[in-house]
């Protein structure tokens, strides 16, 4: 019995200290369990704050590139800032800056920072900032025509006179643009140009059996050019963004009617303005998608008849009512980077018929003219050389016979922060 009773004990010892080092281990393992669902806590909660920051880095990126173009105002197209080749600098626009051709401050993050093409509109000018933008326009236009004065026997017999004519006309407009920022929704600005023109004209009459006639002929004309007033106003603060727009010209230039004529009403120089007040409401529209910016402008300028009541040679002049203009302006303005962007459109203008009521020998008639067709190409880059300064550059190419061949304008917004 007792020899069995020790090898009993010993193994009964054994059991409860196997059976203890076990819940030792146990607790152990529960510690250490415990201690790792810690740490996997608190690696989650530290993944899921990053991932939120880096979801508002994106949407804030989203909202900067999308509308941080710098110009379509490239800060950069015609007449006026929303109409002509836009979209002119404003303090974002110096800040990235046409297109000139205006988005206000909508909510802080959507709020548009892109030009689109110069005067197509683009980002307003902030509450309190000014914007002074020199710069500097040139234009070049070529015609070349034949005409023939008689009778044609056939296709290819013709009895009577061709004259062929060439016209070289160019011109440079320097000018200064001041833009204010009343709110932070509407802006106004006024454009002051002075304009230099050249037209070089060639008539060349074929003469049989003698030499050909050539006659040449030089204009120039320089003075200050018509001084235009516009005023913009964002309109809504969600994309897509409308923006209205309202330009006034001026007659401060030289008219066709005021420049100087021979004793049988000849030009003896060129004019430097359309002689017309003119009136142009328009409605830009811009939508952001990332990463660029597209654009509409819809516009009708009213320009207003009057009674001009001038004898040029045998010719009275009496009321004269000028074609008014229906355009459309589409595009789109991409931004590269912070610094650079550029903008690509297409510009269609329908100027319709002028009409005059002129006496000739006591008969008083009503002459009406031609409607234009104007189309452009456009391009416009833009350039942030500090946080305050731009340079832009538009381009605007004709595609359509009454267009001018090339338009080119350099503009540097310069932004001051007043208030």
């Known amino acids: 019995m007792r020899r069995l009773y020790g090898p009993l004990v010993?193994?009964?010892?054994?059991?409860?200290?196997?059976?203890?080092?076990?819940?030792?281990?146990?607790?152990?393992?529960?510690?250490?369990?415990?201690?790792?669902?810690?740490?996997?806590?608190?690696?989650?909660?530290?993944?899921?704050?990053?991932?939120?920051?880096?979801?508002?880095?994106?949407?804030?990126?989203?909202?900067?590139?999308?509308?941080?173009?710098?110009?379509?105002?490239?800060?950069?197209?015609?007449?006026?800032?929303?109409?002509?080749?836009?979209?002119?600098?404003?303090?974002?626009?110096?800040?990235?800056?046409?297109?000139?051709?205006?988005?206000?401050?909508?909510?802080?993050?959507?709020?548009?920072?892109v030009t689109v093409i110069s005067e197509q509109g683009g980002v307003l000018t902030p509450a309190g900032h000014l914007i002074l933008e020199p710069s500097i326009e040139y234009l070049h236009d070529s015609?070349?025509?034949?005409?023939?004065?008689?009778?044609?026997?056939?296709?290819?017999?013709?009895?009577?006179?061709?004259?062929?004519?060439?016209?070289?006309?160019?011109?440079?407009?320097?000018?200064?643009?001041?833009?204010?920022?009343?709110?932070?929704?509407?802006?106004?600005?006024?454009?002051?140009?002075?304009?230099?023109?050249?037209?070089?004209?060639?008539?060349?009459?074929?003469?049989?059996g003698q030499p050909d006639l050539q006659?040449?002929?030089?204009?120039?004309?320089?003075?200050?050019?018509?001084?235009?007033?516009?005023?913009?106003?964002?309109?809504?603060?969600?994309?897509?963004?409308?923006?209205?727009?309202?330009?006034?010209?001026?007659?401060?230039?030289?008219?066709?009617?005021?420049?100087?004529?021979?004793?049988?009403?000849?030009?003896?120089?060129?004019?430097?303005?359309?002689?017309?007040?003119?009136?142009?409401?328009?409605l830009t529209l811009l939508y952001p998608t990332d990463p660029a910016v597209l654009f509409a402008t819809l516009s009708y300028q009213w320009n207003i008849g009057q009674d001009v009541n001038k004898n040029i040679g045998a010719v009275k002049v009496g009321h004269v009512d000028p074609g008014d203009d229906l355009g459309i302006t589409v595009g789109m303005g991409f931004s590269v980077n912070d610094d650079f962007s550029f903008s690509l459109g297409f510009k269609y203008d329908l100027i319709f018929e002028t009409s005059t009521d002129v006496t000739s020998q006591g008969q008083k008639r009503t002459e009406t003219s031609d409607q234009l067709h104007l189309g452009q190409l456009l391009f416009g880059m833009g350039y942030r050389v500090s946080p305050d300064i731009n340079v832009n550059l538009d381009l605007q190419l004709g595609v359509t016979d009454d267009t001018p061949d090339m338009q080119a304008t350099i503009r540097v917004p310069i932004a001051f922060d007043l208030f």
């Open 215 to 282: 006659r040449k002929s030089s204009l120039t004309g320089n003075n200050l050019g018509d001084i235009e007033l516009a005023t913009h106003y964002q309109i809504n603060d969600r994309p897509p963004y409308f923006v209205g727009n309202l330009t006034f010209k001026t007659t401060t230039g030289q008219g066709p009617f005021d420049i100087k004529r021979d004793s049988q009403g000849v030009d003896e120089e060129l004019a430097t303005g359309s002689g017309f007040y003119s009136l142009e409401p328009s």
């Open 10 to 113: 010993l193994s009964c010892l054994c059991v409860m200290g196997i059976a203890k080092e076990s819940r030792a281990d146990d607790t152990d393992l529960d510690q250490r369990l415990k201690a790792l669902e810690k740490v996997v806590q608190d690696q989650q909660q530290k993944i899921d704050q990053q991932q939120k920051m880096l979801n508002d880095q994106h949407q804030e990126l989203q909202s900067i590139n999308a509308l941080n173009l710098d110009s379509i105002r490239g800060l950069g197209i015609g007449n006026n800032r929303a109409d002509k080749p836009a979209p002119s600098g404003s303090p974002q626009q110096a800040d990235t800056s046409t297109p000139s051709q205006p988005v206000g401050q909508g909510p802080k993050q959507e709020r548009p920072q």
């Open 143 to 208: 015609t070349n025509k034949l005409t023939f004065r008689g009778v044609s026997l056939q296709d290819t017999v013709l009895i009577g006179v061709i004259e062929a004519s060439e016209a070289d006309r160019e011109l440079v407009e320097p000018a200064i643009t001041a833009r204010y920022g009343i709110t932070s929704r509407w802006d106004v600005d006024i454009k002051v140009p002075y304009v230099y023109r050249s037209d070089q004209l060639t008539f060349l009459i074929p003469q049989s």
